[in-house]
């Protein structure tokens, strides 16, 4: 290379003017046969960028009729010190999508510490703190990262036309059973609750030992009221072939504009909403626990319906609270319930 140059340079500076621009005209044709040899595009070092940019200068103006390796606009962005991704050449950021805040990562992780919650469930409860602009798979990334198990069980069930028609009205119901320690032993105690299909929202009974006709023609009366003061509406309900669900608990429905569907044996499915509902109540809360006394299965109750009603995110509502709750801009605080069986995480007021 350089015994090509220093002859070169030698006849460049004894050329009168004419010379010199026949001669880079030469040049110039001949450096277009050999770009037509090479690739498109011709990758350069940061080492020989920097020499073009510095004898590029003192071309001035005239760089535009002269440069081919690459575009004007690019030469110009190498003059300026700019890349043309919006960063200093400086810059030794990697390609590719920018890292999560590490803020976020360590909320996430500390949700999944402290709850095993899968990535779907935490993205609810990252909704809940105002955290929007992270996907589900940027959640999953992290869990796997950190050596978490990313995945959680999700319920199945499949519906008729009837069903997503009626959601709205539609109620759902069925017995929950537990056993309880009392002073003359174990004994089962039962309660009723009631389902919207589309809300999600629950009515539950209080415990008792004895769920005779009395009683739960009781509850029916208690239901719907209940819907009322909620400001929902209940027009059907669906129960299965228990016989504690007499005629007149029917009949008792039909005074107040519920229409009942009785759902046959052997067949979840069709009541799948109130069954989904038993297993959740169990598995997040009661399968905890050892139950000593009515007050104390009653209280067990309450809290998880608070927290069901008002602090869980539920999937079915675009993994949100069923009841909405002022989001504040403070820092991320941790309520629990039950000895913290429940967590619920929120922002402070500001």
């Known amino acids: 290379?350089?015994?090509?140059?220093?002859p070169l340079l030698h006849i460049l500076a004894n050329a009168t003017h004419?010379?010199?621009a026949a001669q880079i005209q030469y040049l110039k044709a001949e450096n277009q046969i050999l770009r037509s040899r090479l690739p498109n595009r011709v990758q350069v070092t940061p080492a020989e960028r920097a020499r073009l940019v510095k004898l590029g200068k003192k071309v001035g103006g005239m760089i535009k009729e002269l440069i081919t390796i690459v575009t004007p606009r690019t030469f110009a962005r190498w003059v300026s010190g700019n890349t043309g991704q919006g960063k200093s050449m400086a810059s030794k950021r990697k390609p590719g999508r920018p890292r999560t805040p590490e803020e976020i990562?360590?909320?996430v992780l500390r949700i999944a510490e402290e709850t095993g919650w899968g990535y779907t469930r935490i993205l609810?409860?990252?909704?809940?703190?105002?955290i929007h602009k992270i996907s589900r798979n940027t959640v999953r990334n992290i869990l796997l990262a950190a050596g978490y198990n990313p995945d959680s069980p999700r319920g199945e069930g499949t519906w008729d036309e009837f069903l997503k028609i009626h959601a709205k009205t539609l109620w759902a119901c069925?017995?929950?059973?537990?056993?309880?320690?009392t002073l003359g032993g174990r004994v089962d105690y039962y309660l009723l609750f009631f389902i919207n299909l589309e809300?999600?929202?629950?009515?539950?009974?209080?415990?008792?030992?004895?769920?005779?006709?009395?009683?739960?023609?009781q509850q029916a009366r208690n239901f719907t009221m209940a819907v009322e003061d909620m400001g929902l509406e209940a027009t059907d309900l669906i129960h299965d072939c228990d016989t504690k669900f007499t005629k007149h608990f029917d009949s008792l429905l039909k005074a107040g504009g519920v229409r009942t569907h009785r759902k046959g044996p052997a067949q979840p499915n069709m009541n799948a909403y109130a069954e989904r509902f038993v297993q959740t109540i169990q598995q997040e809360c009661l399968d905890h626990f050892v139950i000593?006394?009515?007050?104390?299965?009653?209280?067990?109750?309450?809290e998880y319906l608070v927290h069901y009603h008002e602090e869980r995110p539920h999937q079915a509502v675009g993994n949100a609270p069923l009841v909405g709750v002022p989001l504040g801009k403070g820092e991320v605080?941790?309520?629990?319930?039950?000895?913290?069986?429940?967590?619920?995480?929120y922002r402070k007021a500001a």
Request: glycine fraction near 8%; aromatic fraction near 6%; charge should be positive.
């Open 333 to 345: 605080v941790c309520r629990e319930r039950l000895g913290g069986l429940l967590k619920h995480y």
């Open 292 to 302: 000593l006394g009515e007050k104390h299965l009653n209280h067990i109750i309450g």
């Open 105 to 107: 990562r360590e909320i």
């Open 199 to 217: 809300t999600r929202r629950v009515i539950m009974s209080p415990a008792t030992p004895h769920p005779d006709a009395e009683w739960v023609a």
């Open 1 to 6: 290379m350089p015994r090509l140059f220093h």
């Open 174 to 181: 069925d017995l929950l059973s537990r056993k309880v320690w």
């Open 124 to 130: 609810g409860e990252l909704k809940k703190l105002g």
């Open 18 to 20: 004419r010379d010199l």
